[in-house]
């Protein structure tokens, strides 16, 4: 059971919040100031208990800072009702109060509450993840996220302006992209994404190594679900060598992308580094391409396909077939080579066929000869079809090519 709080106690405290912030603005304390604006992320405070022991904490802030009441009045009212799980109206006062910052904020002329306003950009997306919640639960439209964003691009047309302040865009723009993915929305970062790559005003290698690395990381997922993987395996292997070696969760998110992106350029991962970064449910998908095991691989999709698919990996996982298939006639040229080295370049259809009823796949000779154009059309194979004969002439040199880091 709480203590009891008496009015003065109650009235002191809430005094003492409004001069700290009063006082951070006042000596351009930025550190200050951002963790004084921190609502959601912040433990519950002696200044909970005090904001509900003194309702009448509006007139106060107003009387005490007039010129600052828009920002402390809703500030205030967006700590009580998140103390109290109200977490909507928690996300509508701190939205007034942001707003209220946003505009303090274009008008100092150097970036000192860089750090607060990054914490405000923070605050308002981990606010309304809450409130659409809360707000889903209760049959209402979960619109707050989406209003989140909307406030962000504010933020980010008042950073995104040369001069000092535009060093601080990319943190936002990372928040954005969280909200954009959240709400499935990834074609509202292409406008913020030209704004980065292409303004004058920018210059990518300026950004702190973090806000790089979780841009390059998000970009780098939007050109998976793209199929432009020779771009995605840049963005997210500058992310993973930018990343830092002590945060194997971040190491993990970036491997679970990158992973497809090297298996479909035909690079494998070695176990251990499933293992480190438990990412086990690759392991058969890659045992599957060294062996030319196609009923492994799909066995693989099938037993992992909602992870997969959550992921918005499944379809570059699937398109790897062709792979298999390309690993599957090399084996039957290995040994074809092995017990008549002159005919070793010649594989008839029915011998491919035979080799995945064994793998317990049924397909008639039409169905491999299709399979087999494709993997000469891909350049997964060098050769010829003998189409009477149904026989795969396979070229003298170099009948396998390697991808060496092109996709299929």
Request: aromatic share 10%.
């Amino acid at each position: 059971m709480a203590a009891y709080l008496s009015m003065g106690e109650a009235h002191r405290r809430i005094g003492d919040y409004l001069s700290r912030v009063a006082n951070s603005i006042s000596s351009s304390d930025g550190a200050a100031l951002s963790s004084l604006l921190a609502v959601s992320s912040a433990p519950a405070s002696p200044l909970s208990d005090a904001l509900a022991a003194f309702p009448d904490f509006p007139r106060l802030a107003g009387d005490r800072f007039p010129h600052l009441a828009d920002l402390l009045v809703p500030l205030l009212r967006a700590i009580h009702s998140h103390s109290i799980h109200r977490f909507a109206d928690a996300y509508s006062s701190f939205e007034k109060a942001a707003s209220a910052f946003l505009q303090e904020f274009r008008n100092w002329e150097t970036p000192w509450a860089m750090e607060a306003m990054h914490t405000v950009a923070l605050e308002i997306r981990l606010l309304a993840e809450k409130a659409d919640r809360e707000l889903a639960t209760t049959g209402k439209n979960p619109d707050k996220l989406q209003a989140a964003g909307s406030f962000l691009m504010k933020v980010f047309g008042a950073l995104a302006v040369k001069g000092p302040k535009r060093i601080g865009a990319l943190y936002v723009t990372c928040q954005l992209f969280k909200i954009y993915f959240r709400l499935g929305t990834v074609n509202l970062c292409r406008s913020v994404i030209r704004s980065i790559e292409t303004a004058r005003n920018f210059d990518f290698e300026d950004f702190p190594v973090k806000d790089k690395v979780t841009y390059m990381y998000y970009t780098g997922r939007l050109e998976v679900f793209n199929e432009n993987f020779l771009v995605a395996d840049q963005k997210l292997t500058y992310a993973l060598m930018h990343c830092n070696p002590q945060s194997e969760s971040n190491l993990r998110k970036i491997l679970k992308f990158l992973i497809p992106v090297k298996l479909s350029i035909g690079v494998l991962p070695k176990r251990t580094l499933l293992e480190k970064y438990n990412l086990l449910e690759y392991a058969d998908v890659v045992t599957s391409l060294k062996r030319g095991d196609l009923r492994l691989l799909r066995q693989a999709l099938d037993r992992h396909e909602d992870q997969f698919l959550k992921s918005g990996v499944y379809l570059v996982l699937e398109k790897l077939e062709l792979q298999v298939y390309q690993r599957l006639v090399k084996k039957i040229h290995i040994i074809q080579r092995l017990k008549e080295p002159a005919k070793a370049h010649q594989i008839k259809l029915d011998v491919v066929v035979k080799a995945l009823k064994w793998l317990e796949i049924d397909m008639d000779v039409d169905e491999v000869e299709c399979i087999m154009a494709c993997l000469i059309y891909k350049n997964l194979i060098k050769g010829y079809f003998a189409h009477k004969s149904k026989v795969l002439v396979l070229s003298k040199q170099d009948p396998f090519p390697r991808l060496n880091g092109k996709p299929v």
